[in-house]
Nanobody
């Protein structure tokens, strides 16, 4: 059974950092690209970042470039999203998802076949 589990969301003040984790089970992790999405209240889900399985090439939406860093540890079946200089606009439920292909089209949800349940990130004073 394939499972993706996000963790380490929480409440943080603006300007601070969080590091999210996505841990997978039931798959040969190194064969899959992993993407991060987020959904803020009353908004559509948005692609945030992706790391490809083959060359570990990374992709970021413009609004997080320079602040977020995605990385993977194939030995631990985990992908991390380091989020720095957080702002209230980063408040959302964050989801990870897997896809077989590289992240070339990471922004399209249909590229992904399994999703986690999400973890809440709230950036507020």
């Amino acid at each position: 059974q394939v499972q993706l589990v996000e963790s380490w969301g929480g409440l943080v003040q603006p300007g601070n950092s969080l590091r999210l984790s996505c841990t997978t089970s039931g798959v040969t992790f190194r064969f899959y690209s992993i993407g991060w999405f987020r959904q803020a209240p009353w908004q559509e889900r948005q692609a945030v970042s992706c790391i490809s399985h083959s060359d570990e090439k990374t992709y970021y939406v413009d609004s997080v470039k320079g602040r977020f860093t995605i990385s993977r540890d194939n030995a631990k079946n985990t992908v991390s999203l380091q989020m720095n200089r957080l702002t209230p606009d980063d408040t959302a439920v964050y989801y990870c998802a897997r896809q077989v292909a590289p992240c070339t089209y990471y922004q399209f949800e249909y590229e992904y076949d399994y999703w986690g349940q999400g973890t809440q990130v709230t950036v507020s004073l």
